[in-house]
């Protein structure tokens, strides 16, 4: 984008005064603007101007080299308050993060300042949860209100007055405690990466606070509420202190880990802050807020923790004390807390993946479902007492096998534990964290393998294909691990546990599906998260250039597999005639069908029930799917000269546009098959959602669009190291152009923003080509429009040309069918104990019956005596015997309730068959 000269001259003087409202160097303001000049060109920058610039200035900043307070080390970008930045670029902090994540980006930054801003977001974020609970819930549920008083007031107009002591109130009391922990959280790296122990050691700051108060006999200090409930009326009494760190704790698992905080690394850090006289207390650890001892112990901490930020440079998260004494002072004793220097809400619930609504229950009434205490009991309730070794039952499927597979999986966790306890002391030093998460993980491990085992044995008797593969085994390891880690909150997300684990993304994703079948209660978020990581692996992970799916279609002898090739019978679409006929979701693969090789002339039922892997031949005799004009599908047999004539069309379904019956053809199957079908249908469903937003309604456009999607995949390399939303977003614009369809690409990324896997990534960092000089690989990226022009255009030209409307040369292409508008694949009946299901009643429309209306001290009487008749001629019936000779003349309420029992019989023999 090319500045104007008027527009740049404004934006120069809006980042002049930035930079002198921060008091920066030269250096950096020169260095800020080019940098900033150089992206605007480039790029183009959404939101307010200002931001960006504070992201140029930031970036900018951590090329500074500033010596620390004791000269010790040398640290980056320590000269410039990020608080103070954010302030005056009107950034909240959560905006502050995505937005240098992609400045990033197009800067092309060093990884080391990609890897300072993760972590830097993984500190601020987990902070800021805990103040939020910290000073909504926690504070105020064992202590005063912490609003200032005048007392308060007072001390801090006189805080430069040497004999004015701080006093001991329940503000003051508020600080001391939040800068108490974040100074033991300096002495602590974990605390800072991870959410649980950050508030295990707030549990303990708050309890030692308490005991203080306690021992001092400052009762007027605490909540009358908890004082009168759980102190003795006495102060004299003998009865023991209440502990807060149990008060606190929700189950007996964190009961444990947070006891073990207390005692091996919250009290040797306490005495050691009283050895070196930082905090004055005896050697109980008592006598910390006594009048003589608080002002200095006040003023102490406060010290150590400025020194330590001053030294590393880090943010100052005492920023969290203003700003919530400003909101105090502004709204009285509201102690709500606002994200940041900016008051914005708090961020929305992540979206939930469009493949995944199927698997998801009803919402569940907690209050807050994703809170980490709430995820942490869920997941030990997942455990459910089990150890980390096979149960008796899995033992005897064990011994059921042709080989026993107990050795083979005894190696796998040997290997991956040594994989994961490395990977995971390299982000935590602590070993028993590593062991406590793998033994978790273990035990979830023998769970999911018994559930697989004991489905697929109802399915099969040779369940061969998975008990002797390792891969599965791992698979269903890492995925475990995986769940672990996502509810114990661990700072590195999703790819790192495939990368720790050494374990190939498309490996990994086919024990996810199996693992959400399994009904083990797994709570929405983590369902909605297993299902994210599907989603991430088939939309680009699995298409790496490096990826193994690539050697397996070569290893098949067969090409990339066609939506037709891998969907099931029923699921495609020809005409628009059939594109309202809503097709039920198939049953989900079972393992078997999963982890089995790639099989060409092998082919299901041509209506498989649920679950089913069993295999059959093809038949003898063709058929043909038709639909009928009751809109029912009807299987009929084709004759010799049908097949004939087939064979002169192309010897395909579907050949000609018009043509509504469709060939069964064998289908692939195997692993490929299946990732490819999962692919189709999350393109199909994203697809279709950015048609709704666009309101595309032309089928042969929509046909046109997923032709040369497909082509795109099977005939070219356009996939590989890309991005599905990548491709999608260009056979839109492709097609649209051809067939003269007014639109812009800004509109297909406008609506790509609103699906919830929707990234700026995607269309601002795409790869374009990779450069090999000698022993040099360098790798093109920029955003997909310049993609779409340089690379994608130039591939399929040739092809697009065919499509376009009254071509000459498009009588030899064929257009590929739709998928068909696929219901919920899960029925919608609960099992609510064995053999006990519900199912929400299908709300039926009564046929349209005559409206009366009576209007009072208008209507004649006989408006009011016509609905009374019409009352009283549709009153209760006796009952009356239904008998065969009236099946025929059932009246349509009977027909709506049969159909009913039907329905209900057909979901009992599904779950029975699953």
């Given at each position: 984008?090319?500045?104007?000269?008027t527009?740049?001259d404004?934006?120069?003087?809006i980042?002049?005064?930035?930079?002198?409202?921060l008091?920066?160097?030269?250096?950096?303001?020169?260095?800020?603007?080019?940098?900033?000049?150089?992206?605007?060109?480039?790029?183009?920058?959404?939101?307010?101007?200002?931001?960006?610039?504070?992201?140029?200035?930031?970036?900018?900043?951590?090329?500074?080299?500033?010596?620390?307070?004791?000269t010790?080390?040398?640290?980056?970008?320590?000269?410039?308050?990020?608080?103070?930045?954010?302030?005056?670029?009107?950034?909240?902090?959560?905006?502050f993060?995505?937005n240098?994540t992609?400045?990033?980006?197009?800067?092309q930054?060093p990884?080391?300042?990609t890897?300072?801003?993760?972590?830097?977001?993984?500190?601020?974020?987990?902070?800021?949860?805990?103040?939020?609970?910290?000073?909504?819930?926690?504070?105020t549920?064992?202590?005063?209100?912490?609003?200032p008083?005048?007392?308060?007031?007072?001390?801090?107009?006189?805080?430069?007055?040497?004999?004015?002591s701080?006093?001991?109130?329940?503000?003051?009391?508020?600080?001391?405690?939040?800068?108490?922990?974040?100074?033991?959280?300096?002495q602590?790296?974990?605390?800072?990466?991870?959410?649980?122990?950050?508030?295990?050691?707030?549990?303990?700051?708050?309890?030692?606070?308490?005991?203080?108060?306690i021992a001092?006999n400052?009762?007027?200090?605490?909540?009358?509420?908890?004082?009168?409930?759980?102190?003795?009326?006495?102060?004299?009494?003998?009865?023991?202190?209440?502990?807060?760190?149990e008060?606190?704790?929700?189950n007996d698992?964190?009961?444990?880990?947070?006891l073990?905080m207390?005692?091996?690394?919250?009290g040797?850090?306490?005495?050691?802050?009283?050895?070196?006289?930082?905090?004055?207390?005896d050697?109980?650890?008592?006598?910390?807020?006594?009048?003589?001892n608080?002002?200095?112990?006040?003023r102490n901490v406060?010290?150590?923790?400025?020194?330590?930020?001053?030294s590393?440079g880090?943010?100052?998260?005492?920023?969290?004390?203003?700003?919530?004494?400003?909101?105090?002072?502004?709204k009285?004793?509201?102690?709500?807390i606002i994200?940041?220097?900016?008051?914005?809400?708090?961020?929305?619930?992540?979206?939930?993946p469009?493949?995944?609504?199927?698997?998801?229950?009803?919402?569940?009434n907690?209050?807050?479902?994703?809170?980490?205490?709430?995820?942490m009991?869920?997941?030990?309730?997942?455990?459910?007492?089990?150890?980390?070794?096979p149960s008796?039952?899995?033992?005897r499927?064990?011994?059921?096998?042709?080989?026993?597979?107990?050795?083979?999986?005894?190696?796998?966790?040997?290997?991956?534990?040594e994989?994961?306890i490395?990977?995971?002391?390299?982000?935590?030093?602590?070993?028993?964290?590593?062991?406590?998460?793998?033994?978790?993980?273990i035990?979830?491990f023998?769970?999911y393998?018994?559930?697989?085992?004991?489905?697929?044995?109802?399915?099969?008797?040779?369940i061969?294909?998975?008990?002797?593969?390792?891969?599965?085994?791992?698979?269903?390891?890492?995925?475990?691990?995986e769940?672990?880690?996502?509810?114990?909150?661990?700072?590195k997300?999703?790819?790192?546990?495939?990368?720790?684990?050494?374990i190939?993304s498309?490996?990994?994703?086919?024990?996810?599906?199996?693992?959400?079948?399994?009904?083990?209660?797994?709570?929405?978020?983590?369902?909605?998260?297993?299902?994210?990581?599907?989603?991430?692996?088939?939309?680009?992970?699995a298409?790496?250039?490096?990826?193994?799916?690539?050697?397996?279609?070569?290893?098949?002898?067969?090409?990339?597999?066609?939506?037709?090739?891998?969907?099931?019978?029923?699921?495609?679409?020809?005409?628009?005639?059939t594109?309202k006929?809503?097709?039920?979701c198939p049953?989900?693969?079972?393992?078997?069908?999963?982890f089995?090789s790639?099989?060409?002339?092998?082919c299901?039922?041509?209506?498989?029930?649920?679950?089913?892997?069993?295999?059959?031949h093809?038949?003898?005799?063709a058929h043909?799917i038709?639909?009928?004009?009751?809109k029912?599908?009807?299987?009929?047999?084709?004759?010799?000269?049908d097949k004939?004539n087939?064979?002169?069309?192309?010897?395909?379904?579907?050949l000609?546009?018009?043509?509504s019956?469709?060939?069964?053809?064998?289908?692939?199957?195997g692993?490929?098959a299946?990732i490819?079908?999962?692919?189709?249908?999350?393109?199909?469903?994203?697809?279709?959602?950015?048609?709704?937003?666009?309101?595309?309604v032309?089928?042969?456009?929509?046909?046109k669009?997923?032709?040369?999607?497909?082509?795109?995949i099977?005939?070219?390399?356009?996939?590989?190291?890309r991005?599905?939303?990548?491709?999608?977003?260009?056979a839109?614009?492709?097609?649209?152009k051809?067939?003269?369809?007014n639109?812009?690409?800004?509109?297909?990324m406008?609506?790509?923003?609103?699906?919830?896997?929707?990234?700026?990534?995607?269309?601002?960092?795409?790869?374009?080509?990779?450069?090999?000089?000698?022993?040099?690989?360098?790798e093109?990226?920029?955003?997909?429009?310049?993609?779409?022009?340089?690379?994608y255009?130039?591939?399929?030209?040739?092809?697009?040309?065919?499509?376009?409307?009254?071509?000459?040369?498009?009588?030899?292409?064929?257009?590929?069918?739709?998928l068909?508008?696929?219901?919920n694949?899960?029925?919608?009946?609960?099992?609510?104990i064995?053999?006990?299901?519900?199912?929400?009643?299908?709300?039926?429309?009564?046929?349209?019956?005559a409206?009366y209306?009576y209007?009072?001290?208008?209507s004649?009487?006989?408006?009011?005596?016509?609905?009374?008749?019409a009352?009283n001629?549709?009153?209760?019936?006796?009952?009356?015997?239904?008998?065969?000779?009236?099946?025929?003349?059932?009246?349509?309420?009977k027909?709506?309730c049969?159909?009913k029992i039907?329905?209900?019989?057909?979901d009992?023999?599904?779950?029975?068959?699953?």
């Amino acid at each position: 984008m090319v500045l104007s000269s008027t527009t740049e001259d404004k934006l120069y003087k809006i980042h002049l005064d930035l930079c002198g409202k921060l008091n920066l160097d030269s250096n950096i303001i020169t260095a800020s603007w080019e940098t900033f000049q150089s992206i605007h060109k480039n790029f183009g920058l959404e939101g307010e101007k200002l931001n960006w610039i504070g992201c140029s200035i930031y970036a900018a900043s951590r090329n500074v080299e500033t010596s620390t307070v004791d000269t010790s080390s040398v640290v980056r970008g320590v000269g410039l308050n990020l608080t103070t930045l954010l302030r005056h670029s009107n950034l909240s902090f959560s905006q502050f993060f995505d937005n240098i994540t992609t400045w990033a980006k197009m800067a092309q930054l060093p990884d080391e300042f990609t890897e300072k801003v993760i972590n830097l977001r993984t500190k601020f974020s987990i902070t800021y949860n805990v103040f939020k609970t910290f000073s909504s819930r926690m504070f105020t549920e064992i202590f005063v209100s912490p609003a200032p008083n005048n007392t308060d007031m007072e001390a801090n107009k006189h805080r430069n007055r040497k004999n004015r002591s701080i006093p001991c109130t329940p503000h003051k009391i508020f600080e001391f405690i939040w800068n108490l922990f974040i100074v033991l959280k300096t002495q602590e790296p974990s605390c800072s990466i991870e959410l649980i122990k950050s508030y295990h050691l707030l549990y303990c700051c708050i309890d030692l606070a308490f005991q203080n108060v306690i021992a001092a006999n400052r009762k007027e200090l605490l909540n009358t509420a908890y004082a009168e409930e759980y102190l003795p009326y006495n102060s004299n009494s003998d009865l023991r202190v209440p502990c807060l760190v149990e008060h606190f704790c929700k189950n007996d698992t964190m009961i444990k880990e947070a006891l073990h905080m207390k005692v091996y690394v919250f009290g040797p850090l306490i005495s050691k802050f009283v050895e070196d006289n930082s905090i004055i207390a005896d050697k109980n650890h008592l006598g910390i807020l006594s009048y003589e001892n608080f002002d200095q112990n006040f003023r102490n901490v406060t010290n150590v923790y400025d020194t330590y930020v001053l030294s590393h440079g880090e943010i100052d998260e005492k920023i969290f004390l203003a700003e919530h004494k400003r909101v105090l002072l502004e709204k009285g004793n509201d102690t709500s807390i606002i994200e940041s220097p900016r008051n914005n809400a708090d961020p929305l619930t992540p979206g939930t993946p469009l493949t995944c609504r199927k698997y998801l229950g009803p919402r569940e009434n907690v209050v807050s479902s994703t809170s980490v205490a709430e995820k942490m009991s869920r997941l030990h309730a997942l455990v459910n007492n089990r150890t980390a070794a096979p149960s008796d039952n899995l033992k005897r499927i064990f011994e059921s096998c042709g080989k026993d597979p107990t050795e083979t999986i005894e190696s796998v966790i040997s290997t991956i534990s040594e994989r994961f306890i490395g990977e995971y002391t390299i982000i935590n030093s602590s070993n028993d964290d590593a062991q406590s998460k793998l033994n978790i993980a273990i035990t979830l491990f023998y769970k999911y393998i018994e559930f697989i085992f004991e489905k697929e044995q109802k399915i099969s008797i040779d369940i061969s294909a998975v008990v002797d593969k390792e891969i599965f085994y791992q698979g269903v390891l890492a995925c475990c691990a995986e769940i672990v880690l996502y509810c114990y909150n661990f700072p590195k997300k999703f790819p790192w546990i495939i990368d720790a684990l050494q374990i190939e993304s498309v490996q990994f994703v086919k024990v996810i599906e199996l693992i959400v079948r399994c009904k083990d209660n797994l709570f929405r978020e983590l369902i909605k998260h297993l299902k994210w990581i599907e989603e991430t692996i088939i939309e680009s992970l699995a298409w790496k250039s490096d990826s193994p799916i690539w050697l397996a279609i070569e290893r098949s002898g067969q090409p990339i597999p066609k939506n037709e090739d891998v969907a099931l019978p029923g699921q495609l679409l020809y005409t628009d005639a059939t594109e309202k006929q809503n097709i039920q979701c198939p049953a989900s693969p079972s393992a078997n069908d999963v982890f089995q090789s790639p099989s060409p002339q092998i082919c299901k039922n041509l209506f498989p029930s649920p679950g089913q892997s069993s295999v059959q031949h093809i038949p003898k005799h063709a058929h043909a799917i038709i639909l009928g004009k009751d809109k029912n599908i009807k299987l009929i047999q084709l004759t010799d000269s049908d097949k004939r004539n087939g064979n002169n069309r192309g010897g395909s379904p579907g050949l000609q546009p018009d043509q509504s019956p469709a060939t069964v053809k064998p289908k692939r199957t195997g692993s490929i098959a299946i990732i490819y079908r999962k692919f189709y249908y999350l393109a199909s469903l994203r697809l279709e959602e950015l048609y709704s937003h666009l309101d595309f309604v032309n089928f042969e456009l929509k046909r046109k669009i997923w032709t040369i999607f497909e082509y795109s995949i099977r005939e070219t390399d356009l996939i590989k190291d890309r991005h599905l939303d990548q491709l999608l977003m260009c056979a839109i614009y492709v097609i649209c152009k051809a067939c003269n369809v007014n639109i812009t690409f800004a509109s297909i990324m406008k609506y790509y923003r609103y699906q919830p896997q929707a990234s700026s990534s995607v269309y601002r960092d795409v790869f374009i080509e990779r450069r090999i000089d000698g022993e040099t690989i360098s790798e093109e990226r920029g955003d997909l429009i310049n993609f779409y022009n340089s690379v994608y255009v130039k591939v399929l030209q040739s092809y697009v040309v065919r499509l376009q409307p009254n071509s000459n040369s498009r009588s030899n292409i064929i257009l590929s069918p739709l998928l068909a508008k696929i219901r919920n694949s899960v029925s919608p009946s609960q099992a609510v104990i064995d053999n006990v299901f519900i199912k929400p009643l299908e709300i039926t429309n009564s046929p349209s019956e005559a409206i009366y209306n009576y209007y009072f001290s208008r209507s004649p009487s006989k408006d009011l005596k016509n609905i009374n008749r019409a009352i009283n001629n549709n009153g209760v019936q006796g009952k009356r015997l239904l008998t065969e000779e009236d099946t025929e003349s059932q009246p349509a309420s009977k027909k709506i309730c049969n159909r009913k029992i039907q329905s209900l019989v057909e979901d009992r023999l599904r779950q029975n068959t699953e």
